[in-house]
């Protein structure tokens, strides 16, 4: 049961423009960053740069002895938390139509939950994913840059078509399912970026894996949220 309080939607709202700046400030990377970023270079070969509306972060720079520069890391803080506050006041106005979006959502959620069950349909995808990373396993050694690079760039979709490959289980199950594969995901691309050639630093793994995801899963949550409200409200009016 979802809460359909004002201080649940608030709170909802002030979640939502957190990760929106946070978005912004991942995606940034590739717009500040000569060349669109260099994460598979073994130095800085170019300018690589951090910061929404204000640049905090920028590589070879040692702002004295700190690794960003906290003021400017503190206002582009504080403009999060002020979009975060605004998106929270304008969620308050609309409590009344989210309430009814909420139980429309619920009275259309009549299929019984299950606990996790294999079908054919089921079975057969996960061979061919199965196969499809045991046919890039056979290629790891001399494809090490394209994996990690399928990881930066598709990584949050491939963990999205996992969650809705089981029917009808509890979202707890796959949220449980998601977080296992994305933890594989993540060792994955610090395995293959510390051995691939040239090697590269545990930061600049992580930060790709920042800057690649973040964007991509705040647009993924924003694009599932909208479809399932349309595809609800369709199954409601046919």
């Not at 999205?160 to 707890?172: D, K, L, N």
Request: aromatic share 12%; hydrophobic share 50%; charged share 15%.
């Amino acid at each position: 049961m979802i809460s359909r309080s004002r201080g649940a939607w608030f709170l909802r709202g002030c979640m939502a423009g957190v990760l929106i700046a946070g978005a912004a400030n991942a995606g940034s990377y590739f717009v500040r960053s000569e060349g669109g970023g260099n994460l598979f270079g073994r130095v800085w070969a170019y300018r690589v740069a951090l910061g929404v509306p204000w640049e905090f972060w920028e590589s070879g720079n040692t702002y004295g002895g700190y690794y960003v520069d906290y003021p400017w890391l503190l206002a582009d803080v504080g403009c999060g938390l002020l979009l975060a506050l605004v998106l929270g006041l304008v969620t308050l106005t609309q409590v009344p139509f989210l309430n009814r979006l909420v139980a429309e959502f619920e009275e259309l959620e009549t299929q019984p939950e299950r606990n996790f069950q294999v079908s054919l349909r089921g079975l057969l995808t996960f061979m061919t994913l199965a196969s499809i990373l045991l046919a890039l396993g056979t290629r790891i050694g001399s494809a090490k840059r394209e994996v990690l690079a399928a990881i930066y760039f598709f990584g949050p979709w491939i963990l999205i078509g996992i969650a809705f490959i089981p029917r009808a289980i509890p979202w707890q199950q796959r949220a449980i399912i998601v977080v296992l594969c994305a933890m594989l995901l993540l060792t994955g691309a610090v395995y293959l970026g510390t051995t691939m050639r040239p090697a590269q630093e545990l930061d600049r793994v992580l930060l790709g894996i920042f800057v690649c995801w973040t964007p991509q899963t705040v647009t993924a949550a924003v694009i599932i949220t909208l479809g399932t409200l349309i595809f609800h409200r369709f199954r409601r009016r046919t």
